[in-house]
């Protein structure tokens, strides 16, 4: 037996029945949040800002509120998969089943992801119907949020591990993720920064994704598309090292 | 023991928890196919370790386990697809139907969906009625059952049962039994680990006696109870005798101090041993063999357990 592709269904087919069960608060939540986004910053305030590049204002911010969603909810659905199984116990199931980290990513990250997703698409639709957007590369904006999606699922994937507590399974997407994506350059372009602010911006993971984002929506962003690409594959490498070194070792998995 | 009967080889196995705390001493057990086996030991023995290291939560930090011949280090994936698992707690999605969890528990483990095989563990474990019942509605019994169903869900050909019936009441325990008893009929190899000697007793054909992570004794059930027998009676004699009298040999029986005192070991747990102790008595004073004091006890396994643990721990504290 090498691969157990029956298994890793089965885990995402699960995982994916559970978020369902919760479907009306985990669809809803997010739409109602980027609507009020929408409305107070695209609508209101956006009126009176002026961009490079003669670019609306609600348009701009579209691709930063999508990104604000897929990093927050990917990773708190990933981090909450693993975390449940770890708190009730059920976790001896998968560690005793023919299920190994490919098994495990494809269900549980898939899954996560999968939900990613529909809320983009749930999003977007929302955004449509409160102003005008259009997507310049919709194939390339389509891969780009899957790539965003499977890399910060595999994030939750690696927090819900991490975590021993329901504390500390918040505290990463509050205390981080959160004022990473505000400072990233969600409602604005960094070139607007006055110094240093705009140098220390660049080391701020997120400011790379939302760009990237942003390019395949409006054909021009901050940094050129390449090196955003380059950045969001470079953080996804990462997270996979870390999960295969996780499983390899057993660490927060077996005693 | 032939080679091919043997479906879980463990030999010299420790497990050190990263806390230094010692969990298993170079443990080796062997597991014959077909078998009901009981590992027997108090809390903190070590059971849980050891069913830890072949199922996959812990990892052994020495010695080999095979399982169905083959590594389990190497070949873990195909060993784990035929080895079932019901842990002592209660865990699973609780907001989760009955026959959606069984579903996703034979899924897991690799195997097509069946639904002809998901109704017959349900209905073999009385839960079909139930199946569409989301678990935490469940009572705790039901619950079990529903750990048990998902162990059976994709057919294991070896199973281990973590205390089964810890904190079940005594008709639940019974019904347990059963069913234990309906899958060694269908050929499944059962581990099953308890600190009721009672279970151990009604279950097993042999029992595996652990205690401070290391294996006291091994031994077919009925050997041991050969051996100690199930009832013991100590006649004290008046005359001590050279030899047990021709006429006595139907009984079990033997001579202790000196000739002085003529011991029964027997029975089978039916009451046979009571009541070849009373012909006894009467055959004894038939021949004139006076005796001046009759004590008896049944023996249990509890006796043997009491035993070895003291052993042990004697041992411990000579060194």
Redesign the interface.
Known sequence: ??L????A???W??EV??MF?TAFGSILSPVITTSLYLVVFGAAIGSRMELPGGVEYGSFIVPGLLMLTLLTESTSNASFGIY??KF?????????????VVETLVGFVGAAAAKSLILAAVILGTAALIIDYEIAHPVLAFFYILLVAATFSLLGFIIGLWANSFEKLQIVPLLILMPLTFLGGTFYSIDILPEPWRSVSLINPVVYLVNGLRWTFLGQSDFPIAVSLGATVAFLLICVGIIAWIFKT?WRL?? | MAMSDVILDIRGLDKT??GGVKALTNVDLQIRKGEIFALLGPNGAGKTTLI?SV?????PTGGSIEVFGKDLSKS??????R?G?V?Q????????KVI?QV??????????PDEARVEEVLKSLSLWDKRDVSIRELSGGMKRRVMIA?ALAHEPELLFLDEPTAGVDVELRRDMWRQIDALRERGVTIILTTHYIEEAEEMADRVGVINKGQILLVDDKDSIMARLGRTEAHFTLEKPLAEVPATLTKYPLHLEGEGTCLVYRGGDGTGKGKREIADLAQQLVREGLTYTGLETRDSTLEDIFVDLVEDNQAKETVQ
């Open positions: 037996m090498t157990n592709l029956r298994g269904y089965a885990i087919k699960n029945m559970r069960r449940m199984p009730t116990g059920a976790i001896y199931e998968l560690l005793s089943a023919p299920v190994g057993g077996r005693e | 928890y990263a830890g199922c996959g939560m812990v990892r873990w994936k195909a060993i784990r697809q080895v698992l842990p707690e209660l865990s699973f999605d609780m907001f989760d959606r579903r996703y528990s034979r899924g897991m483990f690799g195997f097509p998902k």
